[in-house]
């Protein structure tokens, strides 16, 4: 790297950790505000509230990141062209694709980031949230939070659980009726069990207080026992597996969005429109940041005093026109009236195509009409 592209890179880079960790400062002020009577009324210890923060910090550093890059290159670039220094730079013989060159680098690097945080870490950022608080307000919180009478249907190994009582926050189920049917779909075998707890080690389910009931092939009662406590080791269910039919997809991560579309395969399109969308999203949600450098970069660099306002006012407006749009296309394609591809990556494709286009009329010295004015 040249020692111009490092200073470009550095006059980014530092706005970019001043804007960062303001947004950081601002939201813990204000989630503060929302959560310290839980914390106080709860008698929560510090290393509950720092668990709570720091599980919850990849969401916003995601968040933060595409709009701290849009601010700090509008910054750098527009004070450089105060200073002279982008003409001096143009009139050294470098062209405006060379000297963006590293922050489109700068963008590259901070997509890769923002799509390992959206990965797993990010995502989780809700369910923790809601986890602690949940554990926090002790047992009345999980007990209104369960849901009631959760069917689940395995159609790989013709199963068929009712549960009364099933709250995805705990692994302990209750009032679990079990039907297992033949490879005819007749009906082989009902398990019934108070409570249903699963050993992630030995992969086991553990029923307790029920009974186990046979029947024959026509379908009358062949025998039945009751139990204490029964262990069943040959079940592919897992309780994330069977509560997944009813969990936020907001809240899963890229490998559970996966598990869950092949796991419920069965459910019709519009059902799973969702988390076929936002399993989608999970990878286009992170291009925010290449498109801020796209969008920021042109419109940054002006050749007078007198345009530098009208540059930083279309930058902002047209990236928040893109969470805009987003939001909206996110909406079409949950509802199941566009396709999820299409719902993830339109709006990142169709700004991104609009900052190309800028970054092209300012390489052949044309003015960026101002759309907003």
Not at 293 to 317: K, N
């Amino acid at each position: 790297m040249q020692i111009l592209d490092r200073y470009i890179f550095i006059r980014v880079l530092l706005p970019l950790l001043y804007c960062v960790l303001g947004f950081v400062a601002v939201w813990l002020v204000f989630d503060l505000s929302e959560n310290a009577p839980s914390f106080i009324d709860n008698k929560a210890p510090l290393s509950v509230i720092a668990e709570f923060y720091i599980y919850r910090a990849p969401e916003i550093i995601l968040l933060s990141l595409p709009v701290g890059l849009l601010l700090s290159t509008l910054y750098a670039l527009t004070q450089m062209s105060r200073r002279n220094e982008i003409i001096s730079m143009l009139c050294a013989g470098r062209s405006v694709i060379r000297l963006l060159m590293p922050l489109f680098l700068l963008g590259l690097l901070l997509t890769g980031i923002a799509l390992a945080l959206n990965y797993a870490a990010a995502p989780h950022a809700g369910a923790v949230k809601k986890a602690i608080l949940s554990d926090m307000r002790k047992h009345r919180d999980l007990n209104s939070k369960a849901v009631r009478g959760h069917l689940y249907r395995n159609h790989e190994d013709r199963r068929f659980w009712h549960i009364w009582r099933l709250n995805p926050a705990i692994e302990r189920l209750k009032g679990v009726q079990i039907i297992q049917e033949d490879a005819k779909g007749n009906l082989l075998r009902n398990y019934y069990a108070a409570d249903a707890s699963y050993d992630h080690e030995t992969k086991t389910w553990r029923l307790e207080s029920g009974k186990v009931v046979d029947f024959t092939p026509e379908g009358d009662v062949k025998d039945w026992r009751y139990f204490e406590l029964l262990k069943l080791r040959n079940f592919s269910e897992t309780p994330w597996r069977i509560s997944s039919s009813v969990l936020d997809p907001n809240l899963l991560s890229v490998p559970e969005l996966r598990e869950y579309l092949v796991n419920n395969a069965h459910f019709t399109p519009a059902r799973l429109a969702p988390y076929r969308t936002q399993l989608a999203y999970r990878w286009a949600l992170p291009w925010g940041a290449f498109v801020a450098i796209l969008i920021a970069g042109p419109l940054g660099i002006v050749y007078s005093r007198r345009g530098l306002m009208g540059s930083i006012t279309m930058a902002m407006g047209l990236f928040f026109l893109m969470a805009f749009t987003s939001s909206i296309f996110l909406a079409l394609g949950k509802g199941h009236r566009i396709d999820p591809e299409i719902a993830a990556w339109a709006p990142v494709v169709i700004f991104g195509g609009i900052g190309i286009l800028m970054i092209w009329m300012r390489t052949t010295n044309r003015e960026v009409p101002n759309i907003l004015s």
